[in-house]
C-alpha cells in the first residue's frame, strides 16, 4: 500500500508561484507512475494536469499547465513535487498527488493511491 501526503498549497497572487510536495511511504516506487489531479470549484471532475514516471523518464502536461508546471522525482528522498508558475485564477483548486503501476490508469483517474489534496488559491 501506498501512502500520500501533499503539502506546501496556499495563497499565492496571480503572476505568482507556489511549490508542491507530495511524500511517498509504504512501498518501493520503482515501475510507479505518479500523477497530479485538481479538482476546481466549479469543475465537474478532477482534472489530470501532470504526470511523470517514478524514474522521471518519461512526463505529461495538459494544455492548461504546460510551460508553467513542472513536476519532478526526488527518488532519495521519495517526494513528488509540483512547481506552479506564472499562476492564474483559474488554477485555483484542491491539488492531489496519485500513484499507481500503470500510466494509463493514472491518467484515467483511477489510480490506486490519492493524497488527500492541498488546498491552492489564487487571488490578487
Known amino acids: 500500500q501506498v501512502q500520500l501526503v501533499e503539502s506546501g498549497g496556499g495563497l499565492a497572487q496571480p503572476g505568482g508561484s507556489l511549490r508542491l510536495s507530495c511524500a511517498v511511504s509504504g512501498r518501493s516506487l520503482s515501475g510507479y507512475c505518479m500523477g497530479w489531479f485538481r479538482q476546481t470549484l466549479g469543475g465537474k471532475e478532477r482534472e489530470y494536469v501532470a504526470?511523470?514516471?517514478?524514474?522521471?523518464?518519461?512526463?505529461y502536461y495538459s494544455n492548461r499547465v504546460g510551460g508553467r508546471f513542472t513536476t519532478s522525482v526526488d527518488n532519495a528522498n521519495n517526494t513528488l513535487t509540483l512547481e506552479m508558475n506564472s499562476l492564474f485564477p483559474e488554477d485555483t483548486g484542491v491539488y492531489y498527488c496519485?500513484?499507481?503501476?500503470?500510466?494509463?490508469?493514472?491518467?484515467?483517474?483511477?489510480?490506486?493511491?490519492w493524497g488527500q489534496g492541498t488546498q491552492v488559491t489564487v487571488s490578487s
Open positions: 504526470g511523470i514516471t517514478w524514474s522521471g523518464n518519461d512526463y
Open positions: 496519485t500513484a499507481d503501476t500503470s500510466c494509463t490508469t493514472v491518467a484515467a483517474g483511477r489510480a490506486g493511491s
